[in-house]
Nanobody, 121 residues
Framework: QVHLVESGGGLVQPGGSLRLSCAASGTIFSIIHMGWYRQAPGKSRELVAVITTDGSTNYADSVKGRFTLSRDNAKNTVYLQMNSLKPEDTAVYYC???????????????WGQGTQVAVSS
């Protein structure tokens, strides 16, 4: 059972930056694929970015060029660097993990508790 803990959310002005972290335990971190999802009020949860075990990344069109996902296998942690934030990025951000990439992309892996990101002036 993978246990995930997100952190780093907060309130930021438009154009600002935040870095989210997701720490994993209960598994061999290097063999799990990781993803970040977000859910805005009244909307369904959407996939934001995925990072594979070999460090390959993929991003939703809405965040390409602004968000960067990375992983540190020594710290069992993934980081989502979010730059040029927009009000529409406001959401609860969740990380997801599984040994199978298809499971992460399908939102079927283990979930963290989420961290709130609010972008507002």
């Amino acid at each position: 059972q993978v246990h995930l803990v997100e952190s780093g959310g907060g309130l930021v002005q438009p154009g600002g930056s935040l870095r989210l972290s997701c720490a994993a335990s209960g598994t061999i971190f290097s063999i799990i694929h990781m993803g970040w999802y977000r859910q805005a009020p009244g909307k369904s949860r959407e996939l934001v970015a995925v990072i594979t075990t070999d460090g390959s990344t993929n991003y939703a069109d809405s965040v390409k060029g602004r968000f960067t996902l990375s992983r540190d296998n020594a710290k069992n942690t993934v980081y989502l660097q979010m730059n040029s934030l927009k009000p529409e990025d406001t959401a609860v951000y969740y990380c997801n993990a599984d040994e199978r990439l298809v499971t992460v992309v399908g939102g079927g892996g283990s979930w963290g508790q989420g961290t709130q990101v609010a972008v507002s002036s």
